[in-house]
């Protein structure tokens, strides 16, 4: 079970979240423009990565914000945790990649 | 004959204190200390059970938590276990076990003649035989198969015992209490910081208490007293014994079955917690989880009497039992001459050791030759005599590469074979944390390699087997993970250790005899609990199996209770031979929590009955109660399904109210409805891009139905909202989903449009709501609230008002779920049982009858009205269901506008909403069932939808039913079919608008 650190709260059990898929994929400012392949790709692709990973969460059963986190998704290491609208941390050459 | 197996003195256990129990009936005696294995072995008794599949007598092999054989049925009645080991049973007074899978008895066991037809059991015998024709399974394979090769019993009555979960968080955890975890608990227990140490066993020492050791001139056992103690008196260090760590997760989570009251005759554990499952967050978690022995696969290595050298050390030392007064020990490092050495001094009579080594010298081979002890280096034992009890070896010169050992075999009458065959740590908890193994040539194990999470690991389980390591390692272990939690710490100096040397280990993993490996009779047991052989790993091979982890799930290896604790090892460097690869190479299977069985009712702990989820019931639940209603649960709701009268079933009752509401009024208690208040100077351009139809305009007073989508453009959830001010409006959302929608909204809200100054608030338990439905609901409502203008133009339909009901400050909503005039009334949470019984009063003169779900649920479908989650499944839009007008042409955006243009989603050939008329009036359709256009089709028959819901109504004299079928909206009055098992119901594709198509009844 993770554990979490909620940028409001602290750090709780994973029980109290809800996950939230990959983190930066903003919708579309205006969908009526994009052609079925990028609505398509908006829609359902994503990065699935091994290693560390920008994805959502929101604390549901806590304080109800939603935040990010980086998370490595081989060793479930929690690598960072930043707000809404933030831009991610810099974690440096090797523990940032693919972020 | 009780205790004859007893040495002298020594040992663990209190021999003043005797204790009474039973084993297969029978009446025998132990001592205080004792585990049920010891008690057993000091009475003679090695047969404890038969095995998996041959049935073959098993006895004890270890000590511990890694026995493969000696599962037994523990206790009676209710609080009954099954497949408990033996080894791990602490003796109380009155304890009562008996044996598994054996019958009738196990020292006659009919099912022993599997052995016979051992050629059909070998590898993957479940896969080859448990196939077609279909008939065996009911024949033979479930009814004689299955039980013959099954353990214990489950109780067949609730568990009476107490459980609880415990939560704590510790700066330092140190997972073993034998010297390694003891020094790193005191070494970081010294520094302050917060440290919890936990030991599976009865009292703290491992290794040490089978040892004869002496640690800065003192017993070991006074050095474990004294260190102990010192933990003990340390404000924020926590000491659990009998605790064992079945699981390691992520981020340093760790769960822990601590076993309080196992050890106690039955009578004293009244009133007591049984167990607790311990749920641990660690800064630092040091493993100090020590070794289990590996045995020697030899031909029918299985006998009883053929026990771990280690184990029959810990039985003559720790328990003062001498398992065997003829000994053979088989080694192939230094350890067995220590089993030798001690054994003779309490009175065993060593045979011979067998050394797989033809070199062999060193501090314990001197001692053991200067005893006087038959030493046999280079020679195997390549034969076992006896079926239930070991009688005699025999035993050859090694050939080393060998398929076929020629030279001449020697006979050596024996009752006891101590086995050594190298040690294996336990790796398990470090694995279940993700971390990758490393394999040691010179100690021929694996370690834990790179650290995957904040741990560090000291003594056995790093391969550093001798005691000053362990010390060393330990108390160095616990001061780093101390000092990196924020103490400051340091390692103890190091303590003076008497200790034999150790010389080299020779890695020896099959013995051949005088005929290769899986010729002839004899087995070469790897897996005892699954019984599976060298030969089957060998088949396993031939037949193409060559992945570790796909010969461990064809032959079983690793599975069971044990989960391999004694046999990966061995079957992952016989593979390694068959393979000739490296054992690095052909790698580990995965390790899996729980390290060891862990009973359902310590996973419940006290989450049972009304405790194991949270019931919701509305402020009108015990008027529901008193008046007889039926339940159905809606989520964590109870919702009156239907109010039977006396002599009515659900058909009766449901068809009464049905009519009583399309013929005069009927009352609901629609409390349970989500309904959120959305505030903000932007909620009504935020419902705007929420919802497919328009609501910037909606009128202040005014109620809209509304459907949202997600972003692919199907349906979630759907419900009314109404604008309570300029600013304001109130959603309800279906029962089911109301969190998930509030959800929903505030991810909208905080990540793509922060900007939108909106404010989400739960309402649903803040107003009851109670909805009178029926031709006659507004002369009901005339009554209760004189006041309010009730005329059609004044109050229209989709409008509310503010107002006094019945005394009380309600909101009144016009909306209907059932076609009929429908007013829903409002008030506060409290004052819901208060309105719903001025509501029946003023109903009385009218007959008004309460109904619920399932009538609710028919008069929508009689009307062609949806739930979500059953016309729907996540795959249905709006124009799949028919509801294309109510997805806006105008507005530019919303949420799941741009899918609908997919090329997916425009198709005709979808599955769409339809209502199905059945030929027979009466036969009402299973929901679910498939539906195809052609009954005659060879199957298997193209499917073209489903019946998503299905009633008789009782209105329209006819049964009703709801379908998505593919293309439907273009096959209005075409024949379709449902295939069901014993017969093919033939209907009619018809509008699914049922009743009062024109909508006549909406206002009264």
């Known amino acids: 079970m993770l554990y979490i650190d909620c940028p409001w709260c602290g750090k709780r059990n994973e029980t109290e979240f809800h996950y939230g898929g990959e983190a930066h994929i903003a919708r579309p400012e205006d969908p009526s423009a994009l052609s079925d392949e990028q609505w398509a790709d908006f829609l359902f692709m994503r990065k699935n990565l091994k290693g560390p990973y920008a994805e959502r969460w929101c604390h ?40 | 004959m009780t205790g004859s197996h007893r040495t002298q003195a020594g040992g663990r256990i209190d021999r003043q204190k005797k204790i009474n129990f039973t084993f297969n009936g029978k009446s025998y005696v132990g001592m205080e200390g004792d585990t049920l294995a010891s008690a057993l072995l000091a009475n003679g008794v090695h047969l404890l059970g038969r095995s998996f599949k041959y049935h073959r007598p098993r006895g004890i092999v270890a000590a511990g938590a890694e026995e493969p054989n000696s599962m037994v049925q523990l206790g009676e009645g209710a609080v009954t276990e099954p497949n408990i080991r033996a080894t791990q049973i602490s003796l109380y007074e009155g304890l009562s076990a008996s044996s598994v ?62 459980y609880d979960h415990m939560h704590l968080t510790v700066d330092v955890m140190v997972v073993g209490g034998g010297p390694a975890g003891l020094s790193a608990a005191l070494a970081a227990g010294r520094s302050g910081a917060r440290v919890l140490l936990i030991d599976e066993q009865s009292e703290f020492g491992g290794s040490l208490l089978s040892l004869n050791r002496q640690i800065d001139g003192k017993n070991a056992a006074e050095w474990i007293s004294e260190t102990v103690s010192e933990l003990a008196g340390m404000e924020d260090v926590t000491l659990l014994n009998r605790s064992i760590a079945f699981g390691y997760y992520d981020q340093n989570y760790l769960c822990v079955l601590e076993q309080r009251t196992d050890h106690l005759p039955q009578a004293m554990r009244k009133g007591k917690v049984r167990q607790r499952v311990w749920h641990i967050r660690a800064i630092e978690v040091v493993l100090a989880t020590g070794a289990h022995e590996r045995p020697l696969v030899f031909a029918n290595n299985d006998r009883p009497g053929i026990m771990l050298a280690g184990a029959v050390q810990t039985y003559v030392n720790r328990y003062g039992v001498l398992p065997g007064r003829k000994m053979v020990i088989f080694t192939n490092n230094d350890a067995g001459y220590e089993t030798a050495i001690d054994a003779k001094a309490a009175g065993a009579n060593i045979a011979a050791i067998l050394d797989a080594r033809e070199e062999a010298d060193g501090e314990l081979i001197e001692a053991a030759k200067a005893l006087g002890i038959r030493i046999l280096p280079g020679y195997a034992i390549t034969g076992v005599e006896g079926g239930k009890r070991v009688k005699a070896v025999e035993v050859r010169k090694i050939q080393k590469g060998a398929k076929v050992y020629t030279s001449a075999p020697e006979r050596i009458a024996c009752d ?154 061995n079957a992952l460097a016989i593979l390694s031979g068959i393979l000739d690869k490296p054992i690095p190479k052909v790698g580990t299977t995965t390790f899996r929590p729980p390290y060891t069985p862990v009973s359902y009712g310590a996973l419940a702990g006290r989450n049972l009955g009304d405790w194991s989820d949270p019931v919701r019931i509305t402020s009108i639940h015990d008027w529901h109660v008193a008046s007889g209603a039926e339940f159905e649960n809606v989520g964590q709701w109870k919702r009156p399904w239907y109010f039977p009268k006396a002599g009515e079933d659900m058909h009766a009752a449901t068809n009464r109210e049905c009519l009583a509401v399309r013929n005069g009024v009927g009352v609901l208690d629609a409390s349970t409805l989500g309904k959120i208040d959305i505030r903000g100077k932007d909620a009504a351009e935020f419902l705007n891009r929420i919802y497919t139809n328009a609501f910037a305009k909606l009128g202040v007073g005014r109620v809209r139905y509304g459907l949202m989508c997600h972003e692919d453009g199907m349906v979630f959830d759907d419900g009314t909202t109404a604008r309570l001010a300029e600013d304001r409006f109130l959603m309800t959302t279906t029962t089911g989903n109301a969190a998930v929608v509030l959800d929903w909204l505030e991810e909208y809200l905080q990540t793509e449009w922060p900007e939108l100054q909106v404010y989400c608030t739960s309402v649903t338990e803040q107003w009851a709501t109670v909805s009178i439905a029926g031709p006659m609901a507004g002369k009901v409502m005339a009554k209760l609230a004189p006041e309010m203008n009730l005329s059609n133009d004044d109050f229209p339909f989709l409008s509310f008002k503010e107002g006094t009901v019945a005394g009380l400050k309600a909101r009144v909503f016009r909306i209907s779920f059932t076609g009929e005039l429908t007013y829903e009334i409002n008030v506060p949470w409290a004052q819901g049982r208060a309105l719903w019984e001025a509501v029946m009063e003023a109903g009385a003169e009218f007959d008004i009858t309460p109904y619920g779900t399932e009538s609710m649920h ?76 052609d009954k005659n089709a060879p199957r298997p028959m193209p499917m073209v939808g489903h019946v998503t819901s299905s009633y008789y109504s009782a209105a329209l004299g006819h049964s009703i039913a709801l379908a998505l079928v593919k293309g439907g909206h273009s096959k209005m009055g075409e024949t379709i079919h449902a295939p069901l098992l014993d017969k093919t119901v033939t209907a009619r594709i018809v509008d699914p608008v049922f009743y009062d198509k024109e909508g006549e009844k909406l206002n009264g």
């Open chain 1, 60 to 99: 549901s059963n806590g304080c109800r914000r939603w935040f990010n986190v980086i998370r490595n998704t081989v060793s479930h290491e929690i690598l960072a945790v930043y707000k809404m609208g933030e831009t991610p941390p810099d974690l440096g050459p090797k523990k940032g990649e693919g972020v």
């Open chain 2, 101 to 162: 899978n054996v019958w009738p008895s196990v020292e006659f066991d009919v099912s022993a003649m599997n052995g016979l037809f051992a050629k059909i059991f070998t590898a993957g015998f479940y896969n080859k035989t448990f196939m077609w024709p279909r008939d065996m399974w009911i024949k033979l394979y479930e009814p004689v198969i299955r039980r013959a090769a099954g353990w214990g019993k489950a109780p067949t009555t609730s568990d009476p015992d107490i």
């Open chain 2, 416 to 569: 006891l074979v101590a086995m050594s065959g190298g040690w294996s740590p336990v790796v398990h908890l470090f694995s279940q944390s993700q971390g990758k193994l490393h394999y040691r040539e010179e100690e021929v194990c694996f370690v834990p390699g790179t650290p995957v999470q904040k741990q560090s690991f000291a003594g056995a389980l790093n391969g550093s087997f001798s005691l000053s390591a362990c010390l060393e390692e330990g108390a160095k272990a616990g001061a780093e993970a101390a000092t990196k939690t924020g103490f400051t710490a340091k390692a103890a100096n190091a303590l003076k250790v008497d200790e034999p040397a150790m010389g080299r280990i020779e890695p020896f993993w099959i013995v051949p005899g005088a005929r290769p490996v899986g010729e002839g009779g004899a087995k070469h047991f790897v897996d005892l609990q699954n019984d599976t052989t060298a030969a089957d790993i060998e088949l396993a091979v031939r037949e193409g199996f060559e992945s570790v982890e796909h010969v461990k799930r064809y032959t079983l290896t690793g599975f069971g209770t044990d989960q391999g604790k004694t046999s990966n090892i």
């Open chain 2, 858 to 933: 028919i008069l929508r479908a009689e009307k062609g009205f949806i739930i979500v989650g059953q016309e729907t499944d996540g795959t249905t839009t709006p124009q799949d269901l028919g509801m294309g007008w109510i997805v806006s042409k105008k507005k530019p955006d919303f949420i799941g506008k741009r899918s609908y243009s997919r090329m997916d989603t425009s198709r005709t050939d979808r599955k769409q909403l339809v209502g199905l008329m059945t030929d027979n009036p009466s036969e009402v359709l299973p929901e679910g069932a498939q539906l195809v256009f």
